[in-house]
C-alpha cells in the first residue's frame, strides 16, 4: 500500500461517505481542515461522481461475467453433444482432450472474476470495516469500545502511512 497524505486520505474516506466529523478524528486533523479540503477540491461533486461510476462498472462487470459464464457453459453443452454424437460408446483421449473448453475462454472468464471479487482490500475498505465494527462496540460494550477505538484509529494511521 503507498504512502497517503492526510489529505489524500481524507478524500479516499470523504468519497466513500464517512462522514466529515468522523474524517478528522481518524486522521486527527479538526473538522474546519477537512471542510477547508472538501471546499477546494469539490469533493461533493467528486463523490456523487464516484458513485455513479463505480455503480455502473460493478453491473457492467457483472453483466459481462453473466455472459461470459453463459457463452462457456454453452461452449461446453456444444463440445460434450460432438463429443457423444462422434463417439457412441468408445471415447479416446484425444476426443477428450478435444472436448475441452478452450483455455483462453476459461483465463478470460478468470480475470473478470478476479476483476469484479478477488479485490484486495484497498486502504478505505480497511477502514469502512473497521469504522463499522467501532459502531458494533460501542452498541455492544461502549467501555470496550472507549478502550479499542483510539488503538483502532492508530492503525488506521499506520496503514495509511505504508
Not at 17 to 32: H, R, Y
Not at 43 to 48: E, G, N, P, S, Y
Not at 99 to 123: C, M, N, S, V
Amino acid at each position: 500500500m503507498a504512502q497517503l497524505s492526510k489529505e489524500a486520505a481524507a478524500q479516499i474516506l470523504f468519497k466513500e461517505g464517512v462522514e466529515q466529523k468522523e474524517i478528522a478524528k481518524i486522521l486527527k486533523l479538526s473538522e474546519t481542515t477537512i471542510s477547508k479540503y472538501a471546499v477546494n477540491g469539490n469533493w461533493r461533486a467528486k463523490r456523487l461522481s464516484h458513485t455513479i461510476k463505480k455503480s455502473t462498472a460493478e453491473e457492467d462487470a457483472l453483466t459481462a461475467l453473466a455472459h461470459q459464464s453463459r457463452i462457456i457453459r454453452l461452449i461446453a453443452d456444444k463440445l460434450g453433444d460432438e463429443l457423444e454424437a462422434k463417439n457412441k460408446g468408445d471415447v479416446s483421449v484425444d476426443d477428450l482432450k478435444a472436448a475441452l473448453i478452450p483455455k483462453g475462454e476459461i483465463d478470460a472468464l478468470q480475470k473478470l472474476f478476479t476483476t469484479i471479487k478477488g479485490k484486495e482490500l484497498d486502504w478505505s475498505a480497511i477502514v469502512r470495516i473497521l469504522r463499522e465494527f467501532s459502531v458494533f462496540l460501542k452498541n455492544d460494550n461502549i467501555q470496550l469500545a472507549q478502550l479499542i477505538v483510539p488503538h483502532i484509529d492508530k492503525y488506521i494511521n499506520l496503514k495509511r502511512k505504508e
